[in-house]
């Protein structure tokens, strides 16, 4: 019973709106409503500026750390804690405590790969940081940094489940954001509109 209430808490974890919250308690802006309508760090930073990105960033992070953390505290299996985590970034892409319309939940899956597999995680996000200081181009940079991760989970031969794990959450990014594409013209729209107002 134990091991369903911690994968409960995790998707409560998840679901708690980072950006929403930053962005309304400072700005009383809904961030679905402005940008590309991403519930995340990227729409903050380009809306708002760099310290409400990085409140968002700081709480998305921590929500899938915990959640992973947690499950592990709690003396769950590897499986358990991944499951865990999966719940975590359900709980950001789906939230609860906002009409289950959440962001792409980058930064949550990064943050259940660093808890779950921290060697590899660190190693994708130095070529993440290389290939994004030589491209500038945020998707390509994360897509060879996912790749490393899952590529050296093979090099080092770890069970399976990682490996699924990993392939699983990153490509639920691109699909999420398909998912999501219908928002993108009205929240681009409000977005004109909010800073035509405030202009």
């Known amino acids: 019973m134990i091991t369903v209430t911690v994968v409960i808490i995790a998707y409560l974890l998840g679901s708690f709106p980072t950006a929403l919250v930053v962005c309304q308690r400072l700005y009383g802006v809904d961030i679905r ?10 729409n903050t930073l380009r809306n ?36 865990a985590g999966a719940a975590a970034i359900a709980g950001h892409d789906f939230p609860i405590f906002a009409g289950f319309k959440g962001g792409q939940g980058q930064a949550t899956t990064l943050a259940t790969l660093l808890a779950l597999f ?10 993440y940081g290389v290939a994004y200081i030589v491209t500038r181009s945020a998707d390509l940079s994360a897509g060879l940094g996912c790749g490393v991760i899952a590529l050296l989970l093979v090099i080092f031969k770890q069970p399976d489940t990682f490996l699924i ?4 959450t990153l490509l639920f990014i691109p699909f999420k954001k398909f998912i999501d594409r219908h928002r993108v013209p009205q929240a681009e729209s409000s977005s004109h509109k909010h800073v035509h107002l405030s202009s």
């Open 33 to 42: 409503q402005v940008g590309d309508g991403n519930m995340g760090t990227r």
């Open 118 to 127: 921290p060697e590899p995680t660190i190693v994708g996000l130095c070529v």
């Open 48 to 83: 708002f500026g760099l310290w409400p990105s990085l409140a968002v960033l700081a709480g998305d992070f921590g929500k899938g750390a915990l959640a992973v953390s947690f499950a592990h505290w709690t003396g769950q299996s590897f499986e358990w804690q991944a499951l």
């Open 165 to 168: 794990y990993t392939v699983a």
